[in-house]
């Protein structure tokens, strides 16, 4: 049976056949159609100011014959009236719309992401670039059109926010897929589907990485960011002396700081990774964290006006220390290409640094990132952290910004070059160098008033002084 037969179809013929071909009801509208691989929907065909058009009702058996019956009456009584019969489509009940879905399906996974802010990016990508294409389409009727209506405005200028959007939108469309609410290929699909009707991203746009601050600067930069005043620029000093997120470091509690230990814990919740991270304290970040003041009804290290500090908070730190301008007349901090640094970059600072000058292995530096470097069949035996060894890490570091030689690349027998401290059990240990010098500047306990001491134990811990 063709698109050209005049027989009315059956639920038996509608529910046996897999032959592909359209078929129609009668000599009606209604045409029911079956893809190649299956799938098998409902068409409305019409012709309205001299063009023929088609639009779907759905997929069969989601939109059984008698509804799809239904439906197509209605939109002929609509084509009488002068009505677009696209009109009748969104005020019958043919199950929830793509919005809903979309609704829904984020309301499942809400468990599963990190944080609300996760949840607000997935709902405002699609209120702004799907809903109003398909939000109020029966998430039955999604069919690949109504994807490409979403994704080509966008795909080529803002390639990066297209290709999420398109992954959201498979996700929702298999969502409603296993809730029974569509049925056949989900037309927002990659693989196989859309990379041929769309240009790869990859062969777009370069992706633009954070502009980072060479690590030959670093230090010079440091220097000038201690000589500001106020909250801010410690807090992009701790946030260079530790390689931390920025939201890490402007999210920082008090109660996450364990100064016996000499380290700083980020809870799981607030990290990227979705585990807990824990970041030693070099003496700088340690007497960094002392001398800052608590305030009052605020558990915050870093706190704003309303909450935590923001982001452009400390960028704002960056634009006025690029207000000046060098003798031919362009910003002091900038990139190798010249573009003004930003708060992300220093990470890609530290690690280009780690990379080029010293000899830690790869899996130390993107440990102090706090990347997941394992698999999961790894992590289930590679248990530790490596603490200790991220410390010496980052005390290097740390001696690094404050102008200590550096030579051409740290070498692998770096006991010669650090300082050596004797441990409790009487061996070398070259890890304890980073709190030998730190005994003898005084500093002041955070909020409490007094001046503190800090000294170094037998077993390497920096920690305030008891009396």
């Known amino acids: 049976m063709t698109a050209k037969g005049t027989r009315h179809l059956t639920d038996a013929f509608c529910r046996k056949t897999a032959r592909p071909g359209r078929y129609t009801d009668g000599r009606g509208n209604l045409v029911f159609v079956v ?35 239904d439906l197509a009456l209605e939109m002929r ?38 944080n609300a802010k996760h949840r607000q990016q997935w709902r405002n990508t699609l209120a702004s670039y799907a809903f109003p294409h398909i939000g109020d389409v029966p998430v039955a009727a999604v069919t690949v059109d109504h994807v490409l209506a979403v994704l080509k405005p966008i795909w080529t200028s803002k390639p990066e926010t297209a290709v999420r959007l398109r992954g ?26 859309l990379d041929h009707l769309l240009p790869r991203p990859s062969k777009l746009k370069r992706k633009r990485h954070h502009p980072s601050l060479p690590w030959r600067d670093a230090p010079a930069f ?116 010249g573009h003004p640094v930003t708060v992300h970059g220093f990470r890609a600072t530290f690690r280009t640094w780690v990379h080029q000058r010293t000899d830690f292995g790869r899996e130390l530096a993107e440990e102090a990132l706090g990347h997941k470097i394992v698999s999961a069949v790894e992590e289930a035996y590679v248990r530790g952290d490596a603490l200790e060894r991220r410390r010496q890490l980052m005390v290097v570091w740390e001696r690094y910004l404050d102008g200590h030689p550096c030579p ?60």
């Open 168 to 193: 959201r939108i498979e996700q929702v469309l298999a969502f409603a897929q296993t809730k029974g609410w569509r049925c056949g290929d989900n037309p927002a699909r990659w693989r196989g589907h």
């Open 35 to 69: 893809s190649p691989t299956g799938a098998k929907r409902w068409l409305f065909r019409y012709q309205r100011n001299g063009l023929r058009r088609e639009v779907g009702l759905g997929p069969y058996p989601v939109v059984t014959l008698a509804e799809a019956r």
């Open 222 to 337: 440091l220097a000038e960011l201690r000589d500001m005043p106020g909250l801010a620029a410690r807090a992009l000093e701790l946030l260079i002396l530790t390689a931390a997120r920025s939201g890490e470091v402007r999210g920082a509690r008090w109660e996450e700081f364990d100064l016996d230990e000499g380290t700083w814990t980020i809870p799981a919740h607030r990290t990227k990774s979705g585990r807990e991270h824990r970041v030693p304290l070099g003496p700088r970040a340690f007497e960094l964290v002392l001398a800052l003041p608590r305030m009052a009804g605020s558990d915050l290290l870093f706190p704003g006006h309303k909450g935590q500090m923001s982001d452009m908070t400390l960028a704002t730190v960056i634009r006025r220390m690029n207000a000046r301008r060098t003798k031919d007349g362009r910003a002091p901090w900038t990139d190798e290409k």
């Open 408 to 467: 051409s690349r740290l070498a692998s027998d770096r006991a010669e070059q650090l300082p050596e401290v004797v441990s409790a059990d009487g061996s070398a240990d070259p890890t304890a160098y980073r709190l030998r010098e730190a005994g003898a500047p005084a500093k002041r306990d955070a909020g409490s008033g007094d001046a503190m001491q800090l000294h170094v134990q037998a077993d390497g811990r920096l920690v305030p002084s008891a009396g």
């Open 77 to 114: 009584r609509a084509l009488q009236r002068g009505d677009d019969p696209k009109s009748v489509l969104r005020k019958a009940p043919c199950g929830p719309t793509f919005r809903e879905a979309a609704e829904a399906f984020i309301e499942a996974k809400k468990a599963e992401w990190r």
